[in-house]
């Protein structure tokens, strides 16, 4: 009897063996699969911000690019000594210095806001000047590499506010939210607001002389690149 015993107590060691052995595996196992997992889901959030940033970058070139417009705009007017809203292009060429010198998604959105406006005002006091379209072809031009830059811009602000819209729904949710706190990510706002793009390219009447008039410079117009 007692050799019996005994071999049930060697019998019970094993098993205690057994029952520490695998609960140190599971626990390595679950180490493993939540750092494997953590990090699965942190570059799932930092790729989701890196297209909200790419998507920021193609908005603020076309913004640019619509601001260097107003700029050659308002340098052809003076230079056709054309009295014309000074205050609309400063706006604009100021909201540009402000949404460059910016820091933080809040302040560059704000200042996008404030160039969004002011283009817009642009935009409308051009389409308001047919007489600047009878005066020289270079007008009609500038129109129509402005509309282009300005169409480009609110396409990659649909694409931006799609974006941003994706990437707070996610980081207010597990397990996204946490990681979106450890990386010190916060919401962004997206306002659904857009620069008026349409220009009016009528004119009251054609002649000769001024149909297809451009500045004589090589390769290229005092209205701008496309």
Do not use: C
Not at 143 to 164: C, F, P, Q, S, W
Not at 184 to 212: C, H, W
């Amino acid at each position: 009897m007692a050799k019996k015993k005994k071999k049930e107590n060697k019998l019970s060691f094993t098993g205690i063996q057994i029952m520490v052995f695998a609960v140190f595996g599971a626990a390595v196992g679950m180490l493993f699969s939540f750092a494997m997992y953590d990090n699965l889901f942190r570059q799932y959030v930092k790729s989701m911000y890196t297209y909200v940033e790419n998507d920021w970058g193609h908005l603020q070139y076309y913004a640019g690019k619509g601001t260097d417009q107003v700029i050659r705009l308002r340098d052809m007017l003076e230079k056709d000594k054309v009295r014309h809203r000074q205050p609309a292009f400063d706006a604009a060429i100021d909201a540009r210095a402000r949404l460059i010198g910016s820091a933080g998604y809040i302040d560059k959105t704000r200042a996008m806001l404030e160039l969004e406006e002011a283009l817009s005002g642009v935009m409308e006091w051009y389409n308001s000047r047919m007489d600047l379209r009878n005066k020289r072809f270079s007008y009609i031009e500038w129109g129509m590499i402005t509309a282009e830059y300005l169409d480009n811009y609110n396409r990659h602000k649909e694409n931006y506010v799609n974006a941003v819209k994706d990437y707070n729904f996610r980081i207010e949710r597990f397990p996204f939210r946490g990681i979106a706190k450890k990386l010190n990510l916060e919401k962004i706002p997206a306002p659904e607001t857009f620069v008026e793009s349409e220009v009016d390219l009528k004119r009251e009447k054609y002649t000769k002389d001024n149909v297809f008039r451009m500045d004589l410079m090589e390769g290229t117009s005092s209205a701008g690149s496309y």
